[in-house]
């Protein structure tokens, strides 16, 4: 079965310190990846995709993901967390197979002390 | 540029009872997608409409069903609602089918 899943549910890290959030997926037919944030009482937004191409995949605020194909694996780094950057993150796939079919993981909670 | 809206933010329903909420897309935007958000999870895909058709459903019951309209705009429709219903419902557009999700502020929906 598709799936993904993020395996910290939090994640409290001190101001500039380096973080890593977790994803994988599980799949049998091509995926598209994303990581989107959902700042407090606001919507989600993009942070970044992987469609094909370079496995390092740049986007905004600093922060970048790798695509590992052999490990189904699809991370998300960032060199130096500031306040600013806690929020919920969740990481998706868009599974295409004739149809479109997303799924997102449950969420990763960043909380970035001072 | 005129961002996803959703309406309405908030309303309350009782079991048994028909829901139905709208979302008008990003303006441009031939695809719109809904997700079942519940408190402290992800967000759960329910269906996707490209141009005016579905061409993806995620694992939820035909009382789920929806509508894209000639303006892109589109509706969730919910029969025989029952308690779990509760959740914040999310709408996104997007440009094409494997580009970013814009999405809506959300409707939150109590079912009692």
């Known amino acids: 079965a598709q799936s993904v899943t993020q395996l910290d549910s939090q994640v409290p890290v001190f101001e500039e310190a380096p973080v890593e959030l977790r994803c994988n997926y599980s799949s049998s037919v091509s995926v598209y990846l994303f990581w989107y944030v959902q700042y407090p009482n606001q919507g989600l937004q993009l942070l970044l995709k992987y469609l094909s191409g370079s496995t390092l995949v740049k986007g905004i605020n600093g922060f970048e993901a790798e695509f590992n194909k052999s490990q189904t694996s699809f991370h998300l780094r960032k060199p130096s967390v500031h306040i600013s950057d806690t929020a919920e993150y969740f990481c998706a796939v868009i599974l295409t197979s004739g149809t479109y079919k997303y799924i997102f993981g449950t969420g990763t909670r960043l909380k970035v002390l001072a | 540029e005129t961002g996803v809206t959703q309406s309405p933010t908030h309303l309350i329903k009782t079991r048994g009872q028909q829901v139905t909420l709208r979302c008008s897309s990003q303006s441009g935007h031939n695809t719109v997608s809904w997700y079942q958000q519940a408190l402290g999870q992800g967000p759960q895909f329910i269906f996707q409409?490209?141009?005016?058709?579905?061409?993806g459903r995620g694992n939820f019951p035909p009382r789920f069903s929806g509508l894209q309209f000639p303006n892109y705009s589109s509706e969730l429709n919910v029969n025989a609602l029952e308690l779990d219903d509760s959740a914040l419902y999310l709408c996104?557009?997007?440009?094409?089918?494997?580009?970013?999700?814009?999405f809506g502020e959300g409707s939150r929906l109590t079912v009692l």
């Open positions: 409409y490209y141009r005016e058709e579905e061409n």
């Open positions: 996104a557009s997007s440009l094409e089918l494997t580009g970013e999700l814009f």
